[in-house]
């Protein structure tokens, strides 16, 4: 079965999506703010906190309402993440990680090139997600 076809699949093509609303005049660059998941993951509060700022808007103390679930990730007022979920995937089998690291390795190599470019994202560890083995383009 192809990848191609799968929206799921196609959600992930970041430069692409992130490409089709700057190629337009309504949106500029600088109203943007690309923020990984994997760091709201690793540092929640100091990503909502640069997001504050980004905005311009007060900042809201979210530790102060939030607290660890049974899993260790963050939930906020009493409202249970995704994250905390009995119907949560399993690990992802090396096959499949395999599979989606090839298919995803070129459009991953133009993110970079357009966060670099038109973002003027520092990317010196590279993607949040990436394994550090890829050249940079």
């Given amino acids: 079965r192809r990848l191609d076809g799968l929206e799921i699949v196609q959600r992930g093509l ?5 490409t089709s609303w700057t190629n337009t005049s309504l949106f500029d660059p600088s109203q943007f703010h690309v923020l990984f998941s994997e760091d709201l993951t690793r ?4 990503s909502m906190r640069n997001i504050e700022r980004f905005l311009g808007v007060a ?3 979210y530790r102060a309402i939030a607290f660890r679930n049974a ?3 963050w939930d906020v007022a009493g409202v249970p993440s995704k994250s905390d ?9 090396l096959r499949a990680r395999n599979i989606l690291e090839s298919y995803y ?3 991953n190599d133009a993110l970079k090139r357009l ?12 993607l949040p997600w990436s394994t550090g083995d890829e050249v940079d383009s």
């Fill in 43 to 46: 540092s929640p509060f100091d």
């Fill in 71 to 73: 899993r260790g990730f």
């Fill in 59 to 61: 900042h809201f103390d």
């Fill in 85 to 93: 979920t009995r119907n949560s995937y399993g690990p992802m089998t």
């Fill in 105 to 107: 390795a070129a459009p």
């Fill in 115 to 126: 966060l670099r470019t038109k973002f003027e994202t520092d990317l010196a560890s590279g």
């Fill in 14 to 18: 970041y430069a692409k999506q992130l």
